[in-house]
């Protein structure tokens, strides 16, 4: 699992870095007006149906039950499994495209109701015009993320982690040579996410027909197999994308404020989701299919451990990456989107965002791991529950933040309800004895919590004023930051280093939690 964790987390890495070249590029080449703004409208609404269908309630529906027949079954029917899958999927995928397209403009004016209310006729023309274009996107990834499931299943991770690469190339692509193209240059965009989707899916079939495993796409709702994904995702759908939902929620009141909030949020958004791709999005992938195989094997002492494991790598690499956002919140932003149409202004707006973002990154990783603990023993119900409690404290921290905080209001009020979440998981295993925790646990969390604290101290004593990177050069501010990012790795690992801890904590689950320097 370290290796497999070490594997998508890097590959996700290049993603990520690529996506962050991405976003440099489209901040310089567009900024952050109004097209802007109703571009980032209209690629997160079939984004966000992305993550809910492909990366959320389907992949944790599909692969407890793919590990099932992929252990227990012949290879035949683990073949008929996939074939009827990939057809019913497909099917209504295609029938949900065709619809969004259709509702368009319905769509944007539910999603962006502000501008409705203030009147904003061309932005909204505008989004509904892209809509169309990145809305069937939504088919195209969704079977991407079936052929990651797959792969995944078959312990072949690095093809799903760097498929995502292809989107920031696209964009990257529309961006530059495209967009002189339009007479709306942003529209460019929109074609790219299209021609990404398509690349993106058309990139794993070679793997999976290396594993016999090519779909057939034969719709078959009434498949024992499709029948039990189909019971799981329903609930699913819901419950593994709350995060998100609160996120497009954040949107949606973001488009009351002033112009430049959605794209303010998108920036700032951007930047936590490095550290939550690499480590949450990794360790969500590796850690489902071996809480699927635990399950299956009747092992629940092993089920534990994998957990306490993904835990343990959450706090011990997730703290100094969320401390590191906070006080390094500016800087980042001013080194990668600092331009003549994304001025100071923009920075130190981004800036608040990201801060506000960062109190929550512990919270979306802690999701990412314990809420496989529920759809590998194929309970997809309480995760609901509990997602609906979350969401309702989201929207009362929303109405309470949004006033004296503006947009990082809704940044923190997302980061808030995301412990909400977490908190309740936690407590359901527990009080199922799903997850035992070792008692070495408050040891722990003492020595990162410190290690973080000395580490924001070097970091907030020797970092120049945000003054200085603005007046600095791009290659000056590039090499501050990269500097300065080194500093504190150094000064944590370090710290770590003396209170006892190693890379042993993390490659050896079961030494780990036995360990007595914890």
Known sequence: MFKSLTTVGGNTMVSRVLGFVRDLVLARVFGADAATDAFFVA????????????????????????????????????????????????????????????????????????????????????????????????????????????????????????????????????????????????????????????????FQLPFLHRLRLFPAFRPAPRHEGVRRIMKLMVPALFAVSVVQINLLLDTMLASFLQTGSISWLYYSDRLMEFPQGVLGVALGTVILPGLSRCHADGDPRAFSQTLDWGLRATVLLGAPAATGLAVLSAPMIATLFLSGNFDATDVRMASFSLMAYSVGLLGFIFIKVLAPGYYARQDTRTPVRIGLIAMGVNMVFNLALIFPLQHAGLALATSLSAFVNAGLLFRGLRRRKVYQPGSEWKALWGKVLGACMVMAGVLLWGVPALDAWLSAGILGRAFWLAAWIGVGMLVYTGCLYVLGIRLRHLRNARQAQTHDSL
């Open 43 to 202: 690629f997160k609404i079939p984004n966000f149906l992305r993550r809910l269908f492909g990366e959320g309630a389907f992949a944790t529906a599909f692969v407890p039950v793919l590990m099932e027949y992929k252990e227990q079954r012949s290879h035949n029917e683990l073949k008929a499994l996939v074939d009827h899958v990939a057809g019913t999927l497909g099917l209504v995928l295609l029938v949900v495209s065709l619809l969004g397209v259709l509702a368009a403009p319905l769509l944007v004016s539910v999603f962006a109701f502000g501008w409705v209310m203030d009147g904003a006729t061309e932005k909204l023309e505008l989004a509904a015009q892209m809509l169309r274009l990145t809305f069937p996107y939504l088919l195209f990834i969704s079977l991407t993320a079936f052929a990651g499931g797959i792969l995944n299943a078959h312990n072949r991770f690095a093809v799903p982690a760097f498929t995502p690469v292809l989107l920031n190339l696209c964009l990257i692509g529309a961006a530059l040579w495209l967009s002189p193209l339009f007479d709306q240059p942003v529209v460019a965009l929109a074609w790219g996410v299209l021609v990404a989707g398509l690349a993106q899916f058309s």
